[in-house]
């Protein structure tokens, strides 16, 4: 059954403007789904990654999108593997959060790629949230009234040798306005000429989209972006489907575009409709620049096994890093993927001795995903505790390096260089920054000694000295 809000707007859009300049901004709660051990769980790159592609998918109706307050982790096996649409609806009622687009990543979404459910949220196949996967924008559209181009055809499959109806009937059970149980809803729809004679009640009510049959994922002609498959209409005129209509059942290498009618219909249902969704200014600025730049280590520098520590230049606007290693250094398998707030990393674990490792980095907030990663580095695991640079080769003496609350430790530095700056700095195993402070080096004697206090909290830290001559110290410091 056609949303009854559009079929009635669908009589007025030829007197309403398509794209205005104002750009809405949509707030979404994403539901990171995983299984009851915590596994499954998709990698938040590929949710900013799908972020970013649906902002694209919608650039041209003016309507973007933002991830409210952080993204939302669930360990629930029976909502990472749902059987029914019905189940789905249960996991929304019982997780969804207010005046935002909930949206559910989950393993099996009832053995679909995805669904919308008006009146309760959107689910999504992690399988289906690729880097060229167009499904979330099609959901999405459902969820601001949007039907498939192929309205009426859900549920059967087109057969050219058969006479073309002039009726079609499918169920709409579940995707009515309210969840509705022990009955079965079934309706009527024309099916749309090519001559638009009837483009306005035929189909999915939009006469600049063409006539579309086919129900199930289909192929495009990359030259065109037309179905290979050919149909009739009920008149025997040939045609073939759009596939660059993101609300249709083509290859997500065929989708690319909303039709103008059906951006002023999102945007007039997002105004009629769903209006505590608007948030008309900017949630954030977009990250400036490509990439984030990587300090340290240096490629295929030795880095502890026990100590690690990476850092990398802070991004204007970033409020999040996600940080990846990999044994290959397309990335094609990743090894390890984590986030931080801060351009350094040191709560790694599981790096093997004498094992060369790749990382690299990527700058997101919540409303900027497309940020690139930065370059590729290489490194190699070693059990040896101490440092992943000496200071350019002179003798660095930490001591001692167990120590009560409170308690100082000298750092000597052999001096080669004369004067110099050198940054010291404390941070505990969650990248926390428990001491940041500079020294000016006087360059007259053979070892300039620093005079540190301990943090007063007992626990394990990382000690990093950082040159101005761009070397680096990095050690383990433990507190009793």
């Not at 990543?105 to 009146?119: D, F, K, T, W």
């Not at 001491?435 to 394990?460: C, H, R, W």
């Amino acid at each position: 059954m056609k949303d009854p809000w559009l079929h009635t707007f669908q009589q007025k859009i030829p007197t309403i403007q398509a794209r205005t300049d104002s750009i809405i901004y949509i707030p979404m709660s994403i539901h990171n789904v995983g299984k009851d051990d915590a596994t499954g769980h998709l990698r938040e790159s590929a949710i900013y990654q799908a972020l970013c592609i649906l902002n694209e998918d919608f650039y041209e109706a003016n309507v973007q999108f933002y991830i409210k307050d952080t993204i939302i982790y669930h360990n629930r096996s029976e909502w990472f593997d749902h059987a029914s649409v019905v189940d789905g609806a249960y996991m929304m009622f019982e997780a969804n959060r207010d005046s935002s687009l909930n949206i559910y990543i989950v393993g099996n979404p009832a053995g679909n790629c995805g669904y919308n459910l008006p009146y309760a949220g959107i689910a999504m196949n992690t399988a289906c949230m690729g880097p060229e996967d167009h499904t979330l924008a099609h959901e999405v559209g459902h969820a601001f009234s949007l039907p498939h181009t192929f309205l009426g055809w859900e549920g059967d499959v087109y057969d050219y040798k058969n006479e073309t109806p002039r009726k079609v009937t499918y169920d709409y059970t579940y995707f009515k306005d309210s969840l509705i149980l022990d009955t079965t809803i079934i309706d009527t729809a024309f099916v749309e000429y090519v001559e638009r004679k009837n483009c306005t009640i035929a189909g999915d009510g939009f006469c600049d989209t063409p006539p579309d049959y086919l129900s199930r994922r289909w192929p495009c002609n990359t030259n065109d972006n037309l179905s290979i498959e050919l149909q009739k209409d009920p008149d025997n005129v040939d045609f073939r489907s759009d596939g660059s209509l993101i609300m249709s059942y083509a290859s997500d290498i065929c989708a690319s575009r909303f039709s103008p009618n059906q951006i002023t219909a999102v945007r007039e249902n997002i105004k009629q409709q769903k209006r505590y969704l608007i948030n008309y200014k900017k949630p954030l600025d977009k990250i400036p620049t490509e990439s984030v730049t990587l300090e340290s280590p240096q490629e295929a520098e030795s880095v502890s096994i026990y100590t690690p520590y990476f850092t990398w230049t802070a991004e204007p606007n970033a409020s999040k890093y996600i940080f990846q290693i990999s044994r290959f250094q397309d990335f094609r398998f990743i090894q390890l993927e984590t986030q931080t707030e801060n351009p350094y990393i040191s709560d790694i674990q599981g790096l093997r001795n004498n094992i060369k490792y790749f990382w690299r980095v990527k700058a997101v907030n919540a409303y900027d995903g497309c940020t690139q990663f930065s370059e590729v580095r290489s490194f190699v695991g070693t059990e040896s505790v101490g440092t992943t640079n000496n200071l350019s080769d002179r003798k660095v003496n930490i001591y001692p390096t167990i120590l009560e609350e409170g308690e100082k430790f000298r750092i000597h530095i052999e001096n080669k260089v004369g004067s110099e700056i050198v940054r010291v700095q404390l941070f505990d195993l969650t990248g926390v920054t428990r001491y940041d402070e500079k020294f000016q080096l006087s360059g007259t004697s053979d070892l300039d000694e620093i005079l540190v206090n301990a943090p007063s909290t007992p626990g394990m830290y990382i000690l990093s000295i950082a040159s101005s001559q761009g070397n680096q110290t990095i050690v383990k410091i433990q507190v009793f």
